[in-house]
């Protein structure tokens, strides 16, 4: 089965600062996703990737998937108090009908005024 | 548009009782998910509908758990008879089949369930 590592585990950052996040596969991710979560709510999707090389950005927020497609990271420029959370990255093995999402434990984010 | 919705958001009960958690999807999403977190370990997979048919249920623990999405809208997830271990965050995530190979999933806010 598919595993993933995110790290770091934790991450206190002060406001204003750049971080990345990194999440590994253990094999070929056939999609990824980021999503986000507070305490008390749902998963928010912020980005998906599907292709090797592949590259998002959403705001402040920029998501890349490396050629070999076992690699991802997350990187929040200029960080900001409303960043802080829960990052989660997500997996899928494959396409259609093999559509559950393998998750990584997850990353706590700080932000520090 | 209402998102992903879950009832209710906590629940606490005794070993050996029997907790019913109910989903309600994005409307006209074909797909729905339910998903669990137990302390300290990474979201897992519990299965898969499409519509009312069950796609995948390859992540459901045991024969405590039975999931149910009756005319392919809402769907429950019975716990019975819920155990110790069975605590930790329930969620359920939709999504529409929209005929490509990976599609967006939207998830609610969870249920928390403390077995006491």
């Known amino acids: 089965s598919q595993e993933l590592e995110q790290s770091p585990q934790s991450l206190i950052v002060q406001e204003g600062k750049n971080l990345t996040i990194n999440c590994t596969s253990s094999?070929?991710?056939?999609?990824l996703y980021w999503y986000k979560q507070k305490y008390g709510e749902g998963l928010i999707f912020l980005m998906m990737?599907?292709?090797?090389?592949e590259e998002k950005s959403h705001e402040k927020i920029t998501a890349k998937l490396d050629e070999k497609k076992q690699q991802s990271s997350l990187h929040i420029t200029a960080s900001q108090p409303s960043h802080a959370g829960i990052y989660l990255c997500?997996?899928?093995?494959?396409?259609?009908?093999?559509?559950?999402?393998?998750f990584g434990t997850g990353t706590r984010l700080t932000i520090i005024p | 548009e209402a998102g992903v919705t879950q009832f209710p958001s906590h629940s606490v009960i005794e070993k050996g009782q029997t907790v019913t958690l109910r989903c309600d999807p994005i409307s006209g999403h074909d797909n729905l998910y339910w998903y669990r977190r137990v302390m300290g370990k990474e979201i897992k997979f519990l299965l898969h509908?499409?519509?009312?048919?069950?796609?995948?249920e390859s992540g459901m623990p045991n024969n405590r758990f039975l999931a149910e999405r009756t005319g392919g809208t809402y769907s429950t997830l019975k716990v019975q008879p819920a155990e110790l271990e069975d605590s930790g965050v329930y969620f359920c995530?939709?999504?529409?089949?929209?005929?490509?190979?990976?599609?967006?999933?939207?998830f609610g806010p969870g249920t928390r369930l403390t077995v006491l």
């Open positions: 997500g997996a899928t093995a494959g396409g259609f009908g093999n559509e559950k999402l393998t």
């Open positions: 990737l599907q292709k090797g090389g």
């Open positions: 509908f499409v519509k009312e048919s069950k796609q995948d």
């Open positions: 094999k070929t991710l056939y999609g």
């Open positions: 995530a939709s999504s529409q089949d929209l005929g490509v190979a990976v599609n967006e999933q939207f």
